[in-house]
């Protein structure tokens, strides 16, 4: 009988071959329920099935102008590799699992980014899920991750996540990475930025600047970056011998949440003491953009009349106006050190526990007052990272 016609009018076998070897997935599904099989492609290509299955592998072995012939074949024949039939043959699912305290923030996107970069390359691919905040919700997550059957796992721990809590997910079972925020007494590698530096950093250049009166506005949260940023804040004015300005408590999740606390922080001051504190340092970047609008609705410009610093260093940082003065976490760069740091444990599950911080550098724009453009900010360059025996 003849075989039915393939996409570009070639005609397809319309038998099977008794026995097909099993180190590739065979067949891959056409329209109307028709399957390509790598032998089709091998014929349509003029190639021996083993050299496809070399091309599927990417192997070096393969001329360039041997692989072109066969990706046109594939092309042209609608064949699309099996994946899932092949992870069944190696007990691999090529997939983790990036679980994602809250979604919506732009540092996040740029960690997501960095990660599938690495993932990308390495033939991976991630399932993303959102824990909002909430360890509840989170745990579900995790657990449905792993029924997918993920390699790994990278998980940004929500608020008052305990080590218990990532034990009772099953986390201590597979191949873990903490990014971002620590989880004290949770034995997992860890990647991410010197948020302690970094507050240091850009508060001793605010009293470089002869700032005394500094306010800190962010951060309700149970988290450890919130702890890491106070104690860097903190450690600078103790160096100068300088007691910290008010600390205003305020959700961290969008410019929202800093007009919010900024708009009800400075009515009270100037209601109360005719005067604010000359600088603030936000939690992050999103918190000192609405900082900075509430300070404009009080008729106060921000790098002129109060500094205003954040942290992150997000794009919209130095186009804002005025721009802002922050530091880098470099996101992509976690993102990026926290794929590689799953995928050597997913390969080598019993090697010593690492972690990897990434260092900051500080921004200077206008809204320190310091006067630096914001169209000139220091070179960035690749930053050194500080590999140890265990989490911090």
Do not use: W
Request: proline share 6%; hydrophobic share 40%; aromatic share 4%.
């Amino acid at each position: 009988m003849e075989g039915a016609k393939g996409p570009q009018g070639r005609r397809l076998p319309a038998a099977r071959d008794a026995a097909e070897p099993a180190d590739l997935p065979e067949e891959a599904p056409l329209a109307g329920g028709l399957r390509v099989r790598l032998k089709d492609v091998a014929v349509h290509a003029g190639v021996s099935r083993a050299t496809v299955s070399l091309v599927l592998r990417k192997s070096p072995l393969v001329k360039a102008e041997t692989r072109a012939k066969v990706e046109e074949a594939m092309a042209g024949l609608g064949y699309v590799y099996n994946r899932s039939a092949a992870n069944l043959r190696s007990g691999a699912s090529r997939t983790v699992g990036l679980v994602l305290c809250e979604i919506i923030t732009p540092n996040f996107a740029q960690f997501t980014a960095g990660i599938d970069e690495v993932l990308g390359t390495e033939g991976y691919m991630a399932f993303i899920g959102n824990a909002a905040e909430d360890a509840t919700r989170q745990r579900e997550v995790l657990l449905r991750m792993q029924e997918h059957g993920v390699d790994g796992l990278v998980v940004v721990a929500s608020e008052n996540t305990r080590a218990d809590a990532l034990e009772e997910g099953a986390c201590a079972r597979m191949p873990c990475v903490l990014a971002q925020r620590r989880v004290e007494g949770f034995p997992a590698d860890y990647v991410g930025p010197d948020y302690g530096a970094g507050m240091e950093l850009i508060t001793e250049h605010l009293i470089s600047l002869g700032h005394r009166n500094i306010a800190f506005i962010g951060g309700v949260r149970r988290i450890a970056p919130l702890t890491e940023r106070m104690a860097g804040f903190h450690r600078a004015l103790r160096r100068h011998k300088l007691k910290s300005g008010p600390v205003v408590p305020c959700a961290v999740i969008d410019r929202s949440s800093g007009y919010a606390a900024a708009r009800e922080f400075l009515a009270r001051e100037l209601l109360a003491k005719g005067d604010v504190p000359s600088a603030i340092v936000c939690y992050n970047d999103v918190v000192a953009f609405g900082v900075m609008l509430a300070l404009d609705e009080h008729g106060l410009v921000p790098g002129r009349d109060v500094a205003v610093v954040g942290c992150d260093d997000v794009d919209e940082a130095g186009l804002h106006r005025p721009a802002l003065t922050t530091f880098t976490t470099d996101p992509r760069v976690v993102g990026r050190e926290a794929a590689r740091l799953l995928l050597r444990r997913i390969a080598h599950p019993e090697r010593p526990r690492e972690e990897i911080i990434v260092p900051p550098r500080l921004v200077i724009r206008q809204s320190c007052g310091a006067g630096k453009a914001a169209d000139t900010p220091a070179v960035r360059r690749t930053p050194a990272h500080r590999p140890t025996g265990g989490a911090r």
